[in-house]
């Protein structure tokens, strides 16, 4: 008998009970019909006389009337109602999935499924099963080896939500996500589902993806308090502080004072931020951005993009670069479903000049009729994208007849360039190459320091300007430039020997002599 107990605690179940007991599963007909098996003391207290055995062919009939009666009470309409709904109308969960040792779950009434491995190649992985007979109108209930979920009454949806529980606690979000759908496929009036796939894709870092089931899930349900506080976060994370206030508010006991404080002062430090881009105090954008983000709106693409802006106007192109590289990556038309079209054309418009200042041309031009499909008439939104595509055609135009050894050519389409952008670093270095072509040495080295101050880490533009020195013999400076060179690229012989005969050509010039060319 200890033996028996340690399998069922191994098994999680009745499993011994099932096989050697198996008769007290059916309900005895004296339990169900109490008027067709009276107990004996019971007549003989009323009084009843005994009646006398019957021929076996009236036992025979008597059998039949009580099959029949049976068959009625256990498919009567309440019965059948009652098993409806405890049994699930679609495919079974558990049949989709495994658990976590291997065995199969399974969900369907009518079968209990003991769950194990047998030993040997043979019985390995295998499931035995034990029938129920349906006819009691009773069941055993499901077998579970783990972390078996409340089984009596669970909907096929709510077993996809518990399962997707399950994944989520192990940190399985991809997993979890999948079961959160189908939770949502069988019933999309749950709000309770949509709450959890937007913590699913809240754990995949999917932040304005997460925003939306979280949305729905305020919609279904106004008073669900864990829903609007997720939205609220995600909303602040955004900066968008007026509306995680409102979510805030709207969560009950879950939000705290200070969660609504800094919902407010992100509200004001973006404020400030476009009161000080009005007046293009550009220092002030980058500090009351940097405010904002530290008080928990660290996924605001709109505080990325001022501040991008803001580095491109202080000439500081290869900082905006950074900047917008490190700026959440979204789904532009999701993006502009949450925070509007005009929100999402400025982020579009200023990444385009970002691009186009460092010389990513198609991806500058790209944003920019992205920004015209949202915003077709604003008047910025036009410049920007007129700015950005004369300059990418004065760049290809240039390449083109630099090729082609068209000097005076290109030199006059990368003009028409900088016309529209005089700042931009990649046609400035286009056109020293051009003047470097044509015997215009100081020209050229006049460009490429325009262009290095703009972006101090443009190596080519150092490299042309310390060739230009040596050509203007101008040797300090060109050391200076090599030693620069040689700290970035320490490996590149041509700069090596390069840096060698110039400071050749500096010391014989400090002693008064001339050398030869080494």
Known sequence: MAAASAMEDHIGCGFLAAIFRRRQFRPRPAALFPESRCPKRHLAASGSPRRKRSSPSNDSNRRHRGTELDSQLVNSPSNILRRRRREPTSASISDLQKSNDGSLRRALTGNAMVLGRGNGAAGEGKVVKKKVEKSTGYRLGNVYRYHSPPTDGLSPADGFKWLGNEKYRQGKYEEALALYDQAIAVDPSNACYYANKSAALIGLGRL?????????????????????????????????????????????????????????????????????????????????????????????????????????????????????????????????????????????????????????????????????????????????????????????????????????????????????????????????????????????????????????????????????????????????????????????????????????????????RVVGRV
């Open 208 to 512: 304005l993806e997460a925003a939306v089931p979280c949305r729905e899930a305020v919609r279904l349900d106004s008073l669900y308090y864990n829903a609007h506080y997720r939205l609220a976060t995600l909303y602040l994370r955004f900066g968008a502080g007026e509306k995680a206030m409102y979510h805030y508010k709207c969560s009950g006991h879950k939000a705290r004072d200070d969660d609504i404080a800094r919902a407010q002062g992100v509200k004001d430090r973006i404020d400030c931020c476009v009161e000080a881009q009005d007046r293009e105090d550009w220092e002030t954008v980058m500090s009351e951005g940097q405010s904002a983000s530290a008080l928990g709106a660290d996924s605001a693409l709109q505080i990325f993009s001022m501040k991008a802006e803001a580095l491109l106007n202080l000439g500081r192109h290869d900082e905006a670069y950074a900047v917008m590289q490190d700026s959440p990556f979204f789904n532009i038309d999701a993006y502009a479903e949450l925070f509007g079209s005009s929100a999402t054309a400025n982020v579009l418009q200023v990444r385009a000049l970002v691009y186009a200042a460092n010389g990513r041309f198609e991806d500058a031009v790209s944003d920019v009729r992205r920004a015209l499909r949202f915003e077709s008439s604003d008047d910025g939104v036009k410049l920007t994208a007129e700015r950005v595509r004369a300059v990418a055609s004065a760049r290809l135009n240039g390449n083109r007849m630099f090729e082609g050894s068209r000097f005076s050519e290109a030199l006059t389409a990368y003009n028409k360039g900088l016309e529209k952008d005089p700042r931009n670093s990649i046609l400035l270095y286009n056109r020293s190459a051009c003047r470097a072509k044509l015997g215009q040495f100081e020209n050229a080295v006049e460009d490429c320091t325009a262009a290095l101050a703009i972006r101090p880490s443009y190596t080519k533009a150092r490299l042309r300007r310390a060739n230009c020195y040596t050509k203007l013999e101008k040797w300090e400076a060109a050391v200076g430039d090599y030693a620069v060179l040689i700290r970035e690229i320490p490996a590149d012989e041509t700069i090596t020997a390069a840096m060698s005969e110039a400071k050749a050509r500096l010391k014989s010039i400090q002693h008064g």
